[in-house]
């Protein structure tokens, strides 16, 4: 989906950043595997500070979506490559709220903690580290990252 024009490396960092939202959202599924494999927690050390920003501020990623959004992606005046990766971006955010939506009332209740929880909070962490990491770099390579049926529904959001 490159056929849009030409992408500036302003364009391509710009295009990067949103996706630090759900990144920083889905840091939690992976505690437990943060603590079985500590390397993977040193990798993740620079969003320290953005993550203890994140969390003491109340609402505060309801307030980045919006923001995002409305200034972003209903902004036509913004490079049609930064819109589409930010409404990407915001797409992945909500399906992780879903995912924690269904683990925190639907299963945890059911389940109550133990190795199938872990499983699911594991493999949802790590859906999102591939999800964000191919999205970055295509990002950066100044490609659309197609990711299946996210990628399709920011499309149809940002003609």
Do not use: K
Not at 1 to 13: F, H, K, P, Q, Y
Not at 60 to 72: E, N, P, T
Not at 100 to 110: D, E, G, I, K
């Amino acid at each position: 989906m490159t056929w849009r024009g030409t992408t500036t490396v302003a364009d391509r960092i710009f295009a990067c950043l949103p996706y630090l939202l759900p990144l920083l959202y889905g840091l939690p599924f992976g505690i437990s595997l943060m603590q079985q494999f500590p390397i993977l927690a040193l990798l993740l050390i620079p969003l320290a500070p953005l993550m203890q920003i994140y969390s003491s501020i109340p609402f505060a990623g309801l307030i980045i979506f919006f923001a995002l959004f409305m200034l972003v992606v209903r902004n036509t005046n913004i490079n049609h490559f930064i819109r589409f990766n930010t409404m990407q971006a915001i797409l992945i955010d909500i399906v992780l709220v879903l995912c924690s939506l269904v683990m925190n009332y639907l299963l945890q209740p059911v389940l109550r903690g133990g190795l199938a929880l872990e499983t699911l909070n594991n493999t949802i962490f790590l859906g999102v580290l591939v999800a964000v990491g191919y999205a970055i770099a295509q990002s950066i390579m100044g490609r659309y990252a197609e990711i299946p049926t996210i990628s399709e529904a920011a499309y149809t959001q940002v003609r």
